[in-house]
């Protein structure tokens, strides 16, 4: 079994501990920290956690010494430097949330603190792990589109979700949830542009973009400032984000709306999802006066050193969710839908002056792991692999093979309130 001290029993760290406890049956929980006394009756629930391993303060732990082989640490963003540092400093090897931190001093600390006390320190960077873009990785790997000129992605933020986390929810404040947009969500598809053209490195960067449509003046006249409190009902009707329909009526992530309310999700009334609405909850504000400061939609246009080039798009309140990636390469190209697990491979047929396809279906593989199209299931088990002595895979998101996309990122955002091209001197990992 590998024993595991559990740092921030929410929603991410308890989604992985389902896999490595439950699916794998590889993990054992020996302690559990959260200040949140909810989350800690979750732990003892769903994961056997004794009650005298529940601990609302890390150093009760910490002053125990190394107890366990390795810490699963999913705090939110803004506090994964304070409660990372000290289990890396006593050995932990650990899982780590991404973004780790956002900026580029604190990021050399984890890297060198974990690396002083050889620690392997793996990011959460889910997307590496999916059978789709694993199987990306591994058609360039094998030479199928020569080499790289272009990747261009995409990642169109749906309705619901825009709103839930980044328009209402805890992460639509910069200052207090430590990330930007870009950080927040899309490094996860910086660190792709990386991890895709390793053969090289980024050089320069510049973004465009801004907070231009979830604003006060677009809200639909006469809306008001709640919802269910003073929204007439006939703007409502044909609101895309009415809070009503979206949380109560339907809800897709009932992780988000409800945690203000300090309770698990399953455990919020009905009649209190309605009177947190009506009242203190953030969820149930007009979607154009919730008052964050992110933007809504942003591109990232990367230079690398061989002269290749990337574009990432990045926008909130798309129709259709999703992420598209094209890479085309001096010899073939590689084009799909990540929501949709079909890849086309081309490359040109000149006896035909045409191209050829292939098609390549990862559905199957994705129906077998679940949550994040197969990521949260195979970054446990190459975490898990790893701890028990295997070499790190075409995935393994050590942190010293995940800087490059953070380094990125944060260049990128310097670029975006610049309005300049920012160079960037990086290594190859
Ligand atoms: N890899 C991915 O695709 C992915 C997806 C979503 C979120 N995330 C990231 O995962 C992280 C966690 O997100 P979440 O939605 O699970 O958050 P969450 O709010 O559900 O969980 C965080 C938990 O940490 C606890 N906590 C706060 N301070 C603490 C401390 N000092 N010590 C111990 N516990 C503490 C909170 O009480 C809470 O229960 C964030 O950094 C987020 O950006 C990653």
Known sequence: MITVVAVGCGDRTTTYLEVGVHVLKKMKVVAAIDPNPERLRYMQEHFDVPAEACFRDMYEVLSQGRIADCVIDGTMDQYHLETALPFLEQGYDMLLEKPLVNNEKDLFLLRDTAAKSGSTLTVCHVLR????????????LAGAVGEIMNIETSERVGAFHSSVSYIRGKWNREAECGSSLLLAKCCHDIDLLCWLNNTTVPVSVTSQGGRNYFIPEKAPA???????????????ATCFYDAQNMYIDHCMLPQYPWQCTGKNPEDVTMEERIASLKTYNPHGLCIYKAGGDLVDHQNVAVTFANGSTALHTMTLGAMRPGRNIWIQGTRGEIEGFFEDGIIKYRTYDPSRTWFTEETCDVNAEIAQNGNHLGGDAGLVRDFCARMEGAAPSISTTDISDSINGHLLCYAADKALREHSIVPLHLEKQ
């Open 129 to 140: 792990y999916t059978p789709f873009y694993h199987k990306i990785k591994e058609l360039i």
């Open 222 to 236: 006469g809306a008001g400032t709640r919802c269910l409190v003073d929204c007439p009902a006939e703007v409502r």
